[in-house]
């Protein structure tokens, strides 16, 4: 039997993001690290300043420039991690993003959106966002005696698709798909040791989606308006709302979980307006 300490433990556990420069990841990243994970962030992003703050923090953290719609970076990363700690204990697929190309507006109508700018948004959530590094980390964990945890991050917009976002819900819905097809792929093809599971975060104040929640002014926006309207707990999400679910996902107690995909949203989904 294990006290409720060592079941949530991550002590001493290695842990990979893609995305790693964005604000659900690194805060998620910066609270594991306290707890006494090992960090590998990645991202296209600038990292060296986070990096440096997590390493002044006492969080054994290392930073790796990569791009996810490369499989070859990915996998050259994969070597370094491995030659330094010998095993990938989650990968947390938290690359993604949405473009204002590929986002209905006013002055953008569908009938107008970018083909170009669709392509790319779908690419990065999923190829990038999910499968590339699904393929390569995943590949590890099945050899690891002790398994592997992958979280992915699908989105409201995944299970009910938001106005406006097209590509960015096309992609996410994907990624929900992808989750589940994944899960079971492993389990029955390898080792139920290996999960595979997503968050689906409602509405997260970011940097992607800033410009549709609120005005240059700071006030909100209808559209945020709206969504604190059909979001129960009457709040945006906060980062650290996303971190006991993370703990649940990587816990021991979750072994029977696989395949799932849980939704961090303040009651969003389940509030039918009325």
Not at 216 to 240: K, M, N, V
Request: contains cysteine; glycine residues 10%.
């Amino acid at each position: 039997m294990f006290s409720l300490e060592e079941m949530f433990s991550v002590r001493g556990r290695v842990f990979l993001f893609t995305g790693g420069a964005g604000i659900l990841a690194s805060t998620l990243a910066r609270e594991l690290g306290k707890l006494g994970a090992c960090l590998i962030l990645t991202d296209v992003a600038p990292l060296e300043v986070l990096v440096k703050e997590l390493d002044e923090a006492g969080v054994t953290v290392r930073g790796y420039h990569m791009d996810v719609l490369r499989k070859e970076a990915v996998e050259e990363v994969a070597e370094k991690v491995l030659a330094e700690w010998g095993k990938v204990d989650a990968l947390f697929n938290a690359a993604g993003g949405n473009m204002k190309e590929a986002t209905t507006s006013p002055e953008l109508p569908f009938f107008d959106l970018s083909l170009g700018a669709l392509e790319k948004v779908v690419h990065l959530n999923l190829f990038g966002g999910a499968i590339i590094p699904a393929q390569v980390f995943a590949k590890i964990m099945v050899k690891q005696k002790e398994g592997g945890c992958i979280i992915n991050f699908s989105s409201m917009s995944a299970l009910r698709p938001l106005t406006r976002v097209l590509g960015y819900s096309a992609a996410k819905a994907a990624v929900s798909n992808f989750t589940q097809w994944l899960a079971v792929y492993i389990a029955r093809e390898y080792t139920p040791k290996v999960r595979v599971n997503a968050l689906a975060p409602g509405f997260f104040v970011t940097k992607q989606n800033y410009y549709l929640l609120y005005r240059e002014d700071g006030t909100l926006t209808p559209r945020g308006e709206a969504i604190l309207a059909h979001t129960p707990c009457g709040r945006f999400g906060e980062p650290q709302d996303l971190l006991s679910a993370v703990l649940w996902l990587l816990s021991p107690f979750s072994s029977f979980v696989t395949g799932v995909v849980v939704p961090v949203d303040g009651g969003f989904s389940a509030f039918a307006g009325v």
